[in-house]
């Protein structure tokens, strides 16, 4: 089956950057998006970035768009969360998903998650 697990998270002061990877194993073949989530406590779980992984622009939500950027390596069979101008609105935790269909940001178009990574920005 497939799987996927989050790291990179932990503590970094407001305007750093940090990198949070996904490492996916399993029938990777069968993978159309990745795409990274995230949730802060008492909160509904958001969506952040998504990118197909065959190619095409890639989806950010308005909150992080132009700070964040979601890359993939297909030869580390890994994808990439670049968070840069990092806020303390940005502490969550970080999910990686992936969907087998051409998905966007909702969460039932994603058929696998990570268990999450903690991200905490604060001075």
């Known amino acids: 089956q497939v799987q996927l697990v989050e790291s990179g998270g932990g503590w970094v002061q407001p305007g750093e950057s940090q990198r949070l990877s996904c490492a996916v194993s399993?029938?990777?073949?069968?993978?159309?998006?990745m795409a990274w989530f995230r949730q802060a406590p008492g909160t509904k779980r958001e969506f952040v970035a998504a990118v197909i992984w065959g190619g095409g622009s890639p989806r950010y939500a308005d909150s992080v768009k132009g700070r964040f950027l979601i890359t993939r390596d297909y030869a580390q069979n890994t994808v990439t969360l670049q968070m840069n101008k990092l806020k303390s609105e940005d502490t969550a935790v970080y999910y990686c998903?992936?969907?087998?269909?051409?998905?966007?940001?909702?969460?039932?178009?994603?058929?696998?998650w990570g268990q999450g990574t903690q991200v905490t920005v604060s001075s």
């Open positions: 998903a992936a969907s087998s269909q051409y998905a966007g940001d909702l969460e039932r178009q994603y058929d696998y």
């Open positions: 399993g029938p990777t073949v069968r993978m159309t998006t």
